[in-house]
């Protein structure tokens, strides 16, 4: 079976117009120089100019320019702006089994616990990802999670920690510990079986 993603890719021709209609629905409140929606999606250049000159001639955009240069944001007024939002939002670019097999690649993982956007919840989650293992090495976890943000079109926040300080920060009810753990979230990998 299909994931969403390739569903998508293949619904609206791309995986750069995924991105980047995911990205501006992801920030609907905020216009974008080219070279900010470039940085931030990792669409190639040439690509990027011909995906937003096709969603333009659609009132995909609402855009000005300021000093010769041209800012893009969501057209708040496009004729089909929620049923896209509930589409794009609620289709994970990336499976939970494939972040976990890039994740067991960091170290040596003993639970992983997704939240807010990661589990399609627009909650007030304090994070969307809590990492807990041993000799994790964080420049990986970061580039990871990078290439995730530019997929779902936003910034990810994220807590990685020991499992000895996980441990700890539990046993004595750690306000950020039971938020996590009493908030909506799906749990990918539980070595720790405290559940």
Do not use: C
């Not at 970061?142 to 079109?153: A, H, R, T, V």
């Amino acid at each position: 079976m299909p994931s969403a993603n390739e569903v998508l890719n293949k619904l609206f021709g791309s995986p750069s117009k995924v991105k980047l209609i995911r990205f501006f629905v992801s920030n609907s409140d905020n216009f974008f120089s080219f070279e900010e929606i470039s940085g931030r999606t990792k669409i190639r250049n040439d690509i990027l100019r011909k995906e937003i000159f096709l969603l333009s001639k659609i009132n995909f955009f609402k855009s000005f320019k300021k000093n010769g240069a041209e800012k893009w944001s969501l057209n708040p007024s496009f004729l089909f702006l929620k049923p896209l939002k509930n589409l794009i939002l609620f289709s994970m670019p990336v499976s939970y089994d494939e972040l976990l097999d890039k994740l067991k690649r960091t170290g040596r993982l003993k639970l992983v616990i997704l939240s807010g956007v990661l589990i399609q919840e627009d909650n007030d989650s304090k994070i969307d990802i809590m990492i807990v293992g041993d000799n994790i090495a964080k420049g990986k976890v970061n580039k990871i999670l990078k290439n995730i943000e530019s997929e779902i079109g936003r910034e990810l926040s994220y807590a990685l920690m020991t499992a000895q300080e996980f441990h700890y920060r539990l046993d004595i009810r750690d306000k950020f510990i039971r938020e996590i753990l009493e908030s909506s979230h799906q749990k990918i990998l539980d070595r720790l079986k405290i559940f």
